[in-house]
């Protein structure tokens, strides 16, 4: 009996090789074989459910190689990923099979899934083959269609009313409203003063060993108990530093207790991207990318390729599922007992539930295929970072089926004579690692563990231990302490922190935000679209990604809501369960989205202007002195946020507009911060240089959308001042009313060319000064290097050091000549003259423009068509 199997990806074929007796194609699909038709997909209230679908532009299986699997055989089974993706895969190639009539009456297609891809896995799986879940492909089209949606119909808005923001989707939106929201309690945040202080104590038996100094904190003054805001002044810290410092102590309370720390839950998608992240430093996207090879298997030193963890794309905390789960556990506890002991293997198997909000619990916790392949025994086989990721999997793994960790606490109240002063020192010890010890297990080594550190005895634990008690009943005095050191200091509030990429998807986790599998592509598109950008692994909101939210919370409040995105998420599932229509979901969606939609069209760019200057106008006019925004150009209009029309710009400008086309700001949806070490480069007013001699104009350093640039005189109706570029110079701040006054003398007229009594000018253009005739320009050269064929061997020597500078600006008002000489030997040289720009005459401007370095601006002018007449 001939059989076809179809798998999902290439990699998969080649761990799954093993002759089972079916046909395996040589590379399998690598994504949708169908997605739905962007053309086609038009959301109106008439045709809502009536999507079509189309090939898909992922990378997939030719047709005909398809159709080779099926012909002549007798069964069809399609074993893509066991999630709601997979499923729909494998419906859509039955899909297309049958719209080409590739599958016969005699055809039996079954669908089989497995959790990783080992031989027994596979055979297993092939034992159980089942019918495709349609809830699951529902449940997938539903999603895919509410993403379309949202996508297709907000998207064009933005570039409408947000130009150079290019998109916004269901998850990306509310992922982008997490970091913006937190951004904005960051900027309102007002910090607090607030003082503590420590001590450091000994015993006061110099005699003994007892005198190593241990840390303690205060915890109370005149018999009261101190909170976070108790002490706010230097005045108050220091007047309780002398008070300790005058005062003699003694122990009189301790308190032992001992503690269990559970280990930690297997991993799940979400929780493997935060250690990662937190542990390896690893990207989302990365860490899935590697998950993905190893899943997909890599060849061992026996040249069998082989699958080295369990599916990755998980929410569920199961070790294992069906018969599987017993086993997997039994190897686990079997490798704690050969390599720890029995003492450290769990009493009886815990038993992990979920703690995520909408968990798929037909998905298996990821961990190694096979827990007898250590991460010592990879060495060499795989990468470095793919073997610290296996790692820390192998790590976890072996973890979850250990005794918890046993650690005794002991906490000190140190108090003077009256006990109106109370210091407390506290300290711990591990009694019984537990599943600790996997951290200090050198097959673990390629990952480090801060917890470590503490698995060695403590010494202020041993000092504390130490120590008696006061028993005032008897009475008995307690060991006498002196105080080495008393510090006051100083503590501010702090802002809560930005999201890390591994906090984030611990966020969206807990609000049941989106699916682990998303999120790595999530936080990948908001900064391809350059709405975040990711600082010391922090990710930091650009000024165009908290426009966006501005706009989406403004328009469409349910698109950036946390709960609405977690309760459709929930909707989902039940579609999954067959509890919900998904076409009735999507029509009772579409309902309330097509309000927003209409609504938002009819909106006028300056609403969106006004209310985003009301939301950041904090952050926008932060830079300017003068609160009341006064143009400072025309000292009539207001300071005002505008959006470009052309471009995706946009800046600050006056409200009298185009009679005042003053430009304060530019902004560019970026924000770009200064390097301390590199030049000032930013005016943000009008800077004031001078004022001329003759007619008493003002000359400016004004900065615009081109760069900066000189202006004589200020803007006034019907009158445009003359201006000359500056942003060849590094330095703004080096420019002088003098070198102003130099470079506004330009364009300048030399004369008239002898042939058609067209004006000859001399300009200075953005890369250096240049002279034009009508449409024809000739730079002018402006190259510092001598080559000297005589006495210096031919090599060229700098001679910028001998052209007079005097600093960015004057050299770039200096000019050279060329000229071929004969040297003494016969060879050619060049001579460099220096001269300045008024002693470029008409002859000199006459031999560039003849030479061969010109060229043509404009667009040529049509010729006069000539009448051919006949000679006779």
């Given at each position: 009996m001939a059989r076809g199997s179809c798998v999902k990806n290439a990699w998969r074929n080649r761990s799954s090789k093993a002759d089972f007796g079916y046909k395996i194609p040589a590379s399998g699909p690598t994504g949708e074989i169908f997605d739905l038709n962007s053309a086609d997909w038009q959301c109106y209230e008439d045709r809502m459910c009536e999507s079509t679908h189309e090939g898909s532009n992922t990378p997939k299986m030719p047709n005909h190689i398809f159709q080779k699997v099926v012909s002549g055989s007798e069964n069809l089974i399609l074993a893509s990923d066991p999630d709601r993706e997979g499923e729909a895969i494998a419906w859509h190639i039955i899909e297309m099979l049958q719209q080409q009539g590739a599958l016969h009456d005699n055809i039996s297609v079954a669908r089989v899934a497995f959790h990783e891809i080992t031989e027994k896995s596979i055979k297993d799986a092939l034992q159980t083959p089942r019918e495709i879940d349609v809830n699951l492909v529902q449940a997938y089209l539903a999603r895919r269609a509410l993403d379309y949606l949202i996508g297709f119909n907000i998207s064009p808005l933005l570039?409408?009313?947000?130009?150079?923001?290019?998109?916004?989707?269901?998850?990306?939106?509310?992922?982008?409203?997490?970091?913006?929201?937190?951004?904005?309690?960051?900027?309102?945040?007002?910090?607090?003063?607030?003082?503590?202080?420590?001590?450091?104590?000994?015993?006061?038996?110099?005699?003994?060993?007892?005198?190593?100094?241990?840390?303690?904190?205060?915890?109370?003054?005149?018999?009261?108990?101190?909170?976070?805001?108790?002490?706010?002044?230097?005045?108050?810290?220091?007047?309780?530093?002398?008070?300790?410092?005058?005062a003699d102590f003694q122990v009189v309370s301790l308190k032992k207790s001992k503690t269990r720390r559970?280990?930690?839950?297997?991993?799940?998608?979400?929780?493997?991207?935060?250690?990662?992240?937190?542990?390896?430093?690893?990207?989302?996207?990365?860490?899935?990318?590697?998950?993905?090879?190893?899943?997909?298997?890599?060849?061992?030193?026996?040249?069998?390729?082989?699958?080295?963890?369990?599916?990755?794309?998980?929410?569920?905390?199961?070790?294992?599922?069906?018969?599987?789960?017993?086993?997997?556990?039994a190897n686990v506890r079997s490798l704690i007992i050969e390599r720890y002991g029995q003492d450290f293997a769990s009493q009886s198997a815990p038993k992990y539930f979920k703690k995520v909000k909408n968990a798929q619990e037909a998905h298996e916790a990821i961990r190694p295929t096979d827990i007898c392949k250590l991460p010592s025994m990879l060495t060499g086989i795989l990468d470095e970072e793919s073997l610290k990721l296996y790692t820390l999997i192998w790590s976890r793994t072996v973890s979850c089926q250990m005794e918890p960790a046993v650690i005794e606490q002991i906490h000190l109240d140190i108090g003077n004579a009256d006990e109106s002063i109370i210091l407390r020192s506290s300290s711990s010890m591990v009694v019984f690692p537990g599943f600790r010890a996997v951290s200090t297990d050198i097959v673990a080594e390629a990952v480090e563990d801060k917890d470590s550190d503490e698995l060695n005895?403590?010494?202020?634990?041993?000092?504390?231990?130490?120590?008696?008690?006061?028993?005032?009943?008897?009475?008995?005095?307690?060991?006498?302490?002196?105080?080495?050191?008393?510090?006051?200091?100083?503590?501010?509030?702090?802002?809560?922190?930005?999201?890390?990429?591994?906090?984030?998807?611990?966020?969206?986790?807990?609000?049941?935000?989106?699916?682990?599998?998303?999120?790595?592509?999530?936080?990948?598109?908001?900064?391809?679209?350059?709405?975040?950008?990711?600082?010391?692994?922090v990710l930091s909101p650009e000024f165009r990604g908290r426009m966006v939210s501005a706009f989406l919370s403004h328009h469409f409040s349910e698109v950036t809501d946390y709960s609405f995105t977690a309760d459709m998420e929930t909707e989902l599932d039940n579609v999954s369960a067959g509890v919900t229509e998904w076409k009735g979901l999507l029509r009772d969606y579409w309902t309330r989205f097509k309000s927003y939609c209409e609504r938002t069209s009819n909106v006028h760019i300056h609403q969106v202007e006004k209310m985003l200057e009301k939301k950041f106008g904090?952050?926008?006019?932060?830079?300017?002195?003068?609160?009341?925004?006064?143009?400072?150009?025309?000292?009539?209009?207001?300071?005002?946020?505008?959006?470009?029309?052309?471009?995706?710009?946009?800046?600050?400008?006056?409200?009298?507009?185009?009679?005042?086309?003053?430009?304060?700001k530019t902004l560019y949806g970026t924000e770009e911060e200064e390097d301390a070490s590199l030049p000032n480069t930013r005016v943000e007013e009008p800077k004031l240089l001078g004022v001329t001699s003759g007619s008493n104009e003002k000359v400016l350093l004004k900065t615009g959308p081109y760069g900066f640039y000189v202006q004589l005189g200020e803007d006034r109706k019907s009158y445009i001042p003359k201006r000359a570029s500056v942003s060849h110079v590094k330095d703004v701040d080096s420019i002088t009313l003098e070198d102003a006054l130099e470079l506004l003398q330009y364009p300048l007229t030399l004369g008239n060319h002898p042939n058609d009594g067209q004006p000859i000018i001399l300009k200075l253009a953005r890369v250096g000064f240049c002279v034009r005739h009508r449409r024809t320009i000739a730079s002018v050269p402006k190259s510092r290097r001598l080559i000297d064929s005589g006495s210096n061997g031919g090599r060229a020597t700098d001679e910028s050091q001998q052209c007079g500078q005097k600093g960015n600006m004057r050299m770039s008002l200096w000019l050279v000549e060329w000229t071929t000489l004969l040297t003494d030997d016969g060879l050619c040289g060049l001579n460099l003259m220096n001269m300045k720009p008024s002693d470029v005459t008409v002859e000199k401007a006459l031999e560039l423009l003849s030479g061969k370095d010109v060229r043509r601006s404009g667009r040529p002018k049509g010729k006069a068509k000539v009448e051919e007449v006949e000679a006779f």
């Open positions: 570039w409408r009313k947000l130009p150079g923001c290019q998109s916004a989707g269901r998850v990306q939106s509310a992922a982008l409203a997490l970091i913006c929201d937190r951004e904005m309690e960051i900027d309102e945040f007002k910090p607090q003063e607030y003082w503590t202080v420590e001590v450091q104590l000994k015993n006061k038996d110099l005699g003994s060993n007892k005198n190593v100094t241990f840390p303690a904190h205060l915890t109370h003054v005149d018999s009261k108990k101190l909170n976070q805001f108790s002490i706010t002044s230097d005045t108050e810290a220091k007047y309780i530093q002398s008070n300790i410092n005058s559970n280990p930690p839950t297997p991993y799940i998608t979400s929780t493997l991207q935060q250690d990662a992240a937190n542990k390896l430093h690893f990207t989302a996207s990365h860490t899935m990318k590697l998950a993905q090879k190893l899943y997909e298997g890599v060849e061992l030193s026996d040249g069998v390729a082989v699958g080295l963890i369990t599916y990755i794309r998980t929410d569920g905390f199961h070790v294992g599922i069906s018969l599987i789960s017993d086993e997997a556990v005895p403590d010494k202020t634990f041993e000092v504390l231990n130490s120590l008696k008690v006061a028993v005032f009943a008897f009475p008995i005095a307690g060991d006498p302490l002196h105080v080495v050191q008393a510090d006051p200091t100083q503590h501010h509030t702090q802002p809560p922190p930005r999201y890390s990429e591994a906090s984030l998807v611990k966020k969206l986790e807990e609000l049941g935000i989106g699916r682990p599998s998303t999120y790595a592509s999530t936080i990948k598109v908001l900064r391809d679209r350059n709405y975040v950008t990711v600082k010391s692994r904090d952050f926008l006019f932060a830079s300017f002195s003068d609160q009341s925004r006064v143009c400072p150009s025309c000292m009539e209009g207001t300071l005002i946020f505008k959006v470009s029309r052309f471009g995706a710009g946009y800046f600050i400008g006056c409200d009298q507009h185009p009679r005042c086309k003053y430009i304060a």
